[in-house]
């Protein structure tokens, strides 16, 4: 059973950093691409970032030049580097694997990010 499974949210203040993590187990070791969203308060569920192989990068405007995705082959882990967070990035930051067009989501992880 393939299970994915996020890592690495918490409560941090305005102006930090943190780095989700996006591993999988289940006999997946490729996948074609994996995106992380979030849903915020009240709010739909929203692209974040995309990345296709290791080097095809894709960011939401809200968070260009601050967030930075990255997938380690060798570790099977996707990440998600996040700096400068501000108030508005708090919510449940999901990971996404398509693997062989099938697609994966794992529980989420929480970021709260206080003013």
């Known amino acids: 059973q393939v299970q994915v499974l996020e890592s690495g949210g918490g409560l941090v203040q305005a102006g930090g950093s943190l780095t989700l993590s996006c591993t999988v187990s289940g006999g997946i070791s490729r996948y074609n691409s994996a995106d992380w969203y979030r849903q915020g308060p009240g709010k739909q569920r929203e692209s974040v970032a995309n990345?296709?192989?290791?080097?095809?990068?894709n960011y939401a405007d809200s968070v260009k030049g601050r967030f930075t995705i990255t997938r380690d082959i060798a570790k099977n882990t996707v990440y998600l580097q996040m700096n400068d967070l501000k108030p508005e990035d708090t919510g449940a930051y999901y990971c996404r694997l398509n693997v062989r067009g099938n697609f994966y989501w794992g529980q989420g992880t929480q970021v709260t990010v206080s003013s």
């Open positions: 990345i296709i192989g290791v080097s095809t990068k």
